[in-house]
T-cell receptor
């Protein structure tokens, strides 16, 4: 059974810092890996989707990498801002179009 | 354009009652997914619809849970004889095509917060 783990569970940083969120998964047979953001009381917003054949994706200040063979992904956030404060979720897409989620990292960026 | 819409946003009901949760996907999206988010379990897949194909119900936790999608658009998740452990946020998502085959991202609604007294 696929298991997704996210480290750290929570992170508090001052504004302007670069930071890395980590995600690991136990079964490398995935279609893709996705990073989502969730604000309190809201649904999920898709940030980046990395296909299984890709190594990384970039969008603005966000960069996500994927090492499928080792079962790891990182989300890099450059020059963090208070508006980046949210819960960040990593999920892998398995056969059958099922997303398996990690428990998330709660990020707080202090101004 | 309009995103995924879910109703109601909040629902409080007594144990043993039936509830219906509604999801309006983004227009033109053929794939629709239901997830449950609870404190103890995190985000769990419940059911997936793709076009006119038979749905993948493998994530439904018990036979008290059912879902249908009429006309390839609106979906309803029904929970019969609700129990306190059903309390959670139920999230719906849609994608242009099945994400696993097309790498189309899933777009989520804001969810229905269900509380069973």
């Amino acid at each position: 059974k696929q298991e997704v783990t996210q480290i750290p569970a929570a992170l508090s940083v001052p504004e302007g810092e670069n930071l890395v969120l980590n995600c690991s998964f136990t079964d490398s047979a995935i279609y893709n890996l996705q990073w989502f953001r969730q604000d309190p009381g809201k649904g999920l917003t898709s940030l980046l989707l990395i296909q299984s054949s890709q190594r990384e994706q970039t969008s603005g200040r966000l960069n996500a990498s994927l090492d499928k063979s080792s079962g790891r992904s990182t989300l890099y956030i450059a020059a963090s801002q208070p508006g980046d404060s949210a819960t960040y979720l990593c999920a892998v897409m398995e056969y059958g179009n099922k997303l398996v989620f990690g428990a998330g990292t709660i990020l707080r960026v202090k101004s | 354009g309009a995103g995924v819409s879910q109703s109601p946003s909040n629902k409080v009901t007594e144990k043993g009652k039936d509830v219906e949760l509604r999801c309006d996907p983004i227009s033109g999206h053929t794939a629709l997914y239901w997830y449950r988010q609870s404190l103890g379990q995190g985000l769990e897949f419940l059911i997936y619809f793709q076009g006119n194909s038979a749905p993948d119900k493998s994530g439904l936790p018990s036979d008290r849970f059912s879902a249908e999608r009429t006309g390839g658009s609106v979906s309803t998740l029904t929970i019969q004889r609700t129990q306190q452990e059903d309390s959670a946020v139920y999230l719906c998502a849609s994608s242009l095509m099945a994400t696993g085959y097309s790498n189309q991202p899933q777009h989520f609604g804001d969810g229905t917060r269900l509380s069973i007294l």
